[in-house]
């Protein structure tokens, strides 16, 4: 009978430290829960995306000045100038270029106008010597000898074979009159493209705030580090926004091992790394599906949430801002 007491309260020690670990356990999930931080950025939804433009001659750009990060700019501003290269000289060679062919153009048209006219002037002679002819052809033989009335017959005959050649002579001059202002409108069309590509190549190299809102330098995908001028990027690179406060969201990067705790409409709370800036609440709007790698923070994966803030954001919140957030695990009780 002691041997059975015995293991009795054994197995309900045993039994209870199970459940002591496991009542461990689901607090320390959910204290984790509750802890996991986000990573972030304050953002705005309409910010203007700036990209390095393509351009002719080179598949990358310097940046040769950049408007200072955090300045406020204007729309219509100068924010990024890029080292043009050889687009100015191309530019220079396409206007030579362009005027070149106006000219020939000009000039090739004006000589076969002047030919046409010739034709023109041939065909009324010749129009002038029929009417002649036919005076004379029309005289009847009875009245002039054999002889004058054949050679009035022949020199009308004559006369209208010269008139039917300078209508053919008047008809190609005037189609290749036709001919070549088609070529020249061509020709110079062509060129009057080439000179206003490398124009606008040369203009994209100033580009300009199309909102007003401050400068936000972009942020190198490969070492997580800030763009600056003196750098050269490839085309369709970000390299800067210009972001206002008027509709601000938040993106948090998350890593893939907290990723499960958090879910849409899930508030967040929000504290800016800048000193003497508010905290504020956040909710989750958005989540990716697909993790991205973020080589200078670790080796893990990290997924996208877009979260927006529930009960306005304070001033001094500025977009660019960097932030870090935490679940609100009192909002997600009620």
Known sequence: MPSVSFACVTGRLSMTRHIISLLVLILWSTALRAEALLTGVVEDVNAQTIEMPSLPGAWQRRIEWMAPEGSEVDAGEIVVRLDPGDLISREEQAL?????????????????????????????????????????????????PKLDFDRYQLALETAGKDRVRAQAQLLIKQEQLQDVIEEMRLDVEQAESSYERIRT???????????????????????????????????????AQIASRDDLQVRFWVHEADIREVAEGDAIDVIADAQGVGSFITQVSWLSNQAINKDDWSDSGYFQVLARPMNGIPRSVMPGMSVMGSRNVAEQDQ
């Open 96 to 144: 030579t270029d362009l005027e070149k062919r106006r000219l020939t153009a000009a000039r090739s048209i004006d000589e076969l106008k002047l030919e046409v006219l010739d034709a023109e002037n041939l065909l009324a002679d010749a129009e002038s010597a029929v009417r002649i002819a036919e005076l004379d052809a029309s005289i009847p033989l009875g009245t002039i």
């Open 201 to 239: 190549a040369l203009d994209a190299t100033e580009i300009r705030a199309t909102k007003a809102g401050f400068m936000i330098y972009g942020e190198n995908p490969w070492n997580g580090k800030k763009i600056f001028p003196g750098e050269t990027h490839y085309s369709g690179f970000e390299i």
